[in-house]
């Protein structure tokens, strides 16, 4: 299979990155009016990356609105040449929200949705056991994910180019079955047209219109996946903090509304919130570990455990991770 060929990214470019990073489904007139560009402008420097694969949108689900889903994080250790394999293996699951390596190269991270009880202990206690390669792995139910990281720009847009692009929250629906297919479609394509959608769904545009506004109140979390080396992010890490009880939600919060966040979840097991963060390079990350994090008073210990290697996220396979 011919590889594709991504375009070299500009300031420009960048900016229309995070924009859509922010605001997964925003129009391209939003975009240019948020960013100061023309309407044409942004789809002309905005398409292709569409269509090399560069940015690729999809929907993730609120788990407090699916009540059977598990979310649940393991931190998998595995023979360390067999480790793309494994990684390779879980990124094909279709419950896998993020799989990255981690630390020395015998580590892998997963996120996953897992649909119920009996999913979970199939895992745990099927699968895991009777892969050779896996030596051990702990698992960390997450317990809350705190939304405001999910507005993540990688710092390359201002606060008030943000708010051009974030819509007023609507209310939470119930949940009607056409939801679950609109749900469906939009996760192997964030940015499908009404009509598709609808068409998906047996129902008209406008239907599928007001269904998607209202689900994104919180039911759905829109998302736009892009590598991270292309905005200038050199160094990603997961940090397992340990805070004091009554600093937990605290902590979680205010790590949340970082710009160098891009997920915050508090979790079962010996640390309590798990942080996925983005720098520049090392020294911004330092700097984040050393202002940011010393900062919380609350925070008792804390383990970065670098990322390698980006394998999925959210729900979709990287180009050439496998």
Request: net charge positive; charged share 25%.
């Amino acid at each position: 299979m011919e590889k594709v060929r991504h375009l070299e990214l500009d300031e420009a470019d960048r900016r229309i990155a995070a924009a859509l990073l922010a605001s997964p489904r925003a129009s391209w007139r939003a975009v240019g009016r948020a960013l100061g560009l023309s309407e044409r402008t942004v789809v002309r420097r905005a398409a292709p990356m569409f269509h090399d694969g560069t940015l690729r949108a999809t929907v993730v689900r609120h788990p407090v609105w699916f009540p059977g889903l598990i979310p649940l994080a393991l931190r998998i250790r595995c023979r360390p040449s067999r480790i793309r394999a494994i990684a390779a293996t879980l990124a094909r699951r279709p419950d896998t929200i993020w799989v990255d390596v981690l630390g020395g190269g015998d580590e892998i991270s997963v996120i996953l949705f897992l649909d119920g009880p009996d999913a979970r202990n199939t895992l745990l206690l099927r699968d895991l056991p009777a892969t050779p390669e896996v030596e051990s792995w702990t698992s960390h139910v997450l317990l809350r994910v705190f939304p405001a990281a999910f507005d993540w720009s990688g710092g390359l847009l201002t606060d008030e180019e943000l708010s051009g692009l974030r819509p007023p929250a609507p209310a939470r629906p119930a949940l009607l079955p056409i939801d679950h297919e609109l749900i469906a479609a939009l996760t192997e394509d964030g940015r499908a047209s009404y009509a598709d959608l609808a068409r998906r769904a047996g129902t008209t545009p406008l239907t599928a219109r007001r269904r998607l506004e209202s689900l994104t109140g919180g039911v759905i979390r829109l998302a736009t996946e892009v590598d991270l080396a292309r905005l200038g992010i050199r160094a990603e890490a997961l940090l397992w903090i340990t805070a004091a009880p009554g600093g937990l939600e605290e902590a979680g919060r205010r790590l949340s509304r970082h710009p160098q966040v891009r997920f915050t979840a508090a979790t079962t097991g010996p640390a309590n919130l798990l942080v996925a963060v983005a720098a520049a390079d090392l020294d911004a990350l330092y700097r984040f570990l050393n202002d940011t994090l010393g900062a919380l008073e609350r925070v008792v210990t804390a383990e970065v455990t670098p990322i390698l290697a980006g394998v999925k996220r959210t729900g979709l396979v990287r180009p050439g991770s496998l």
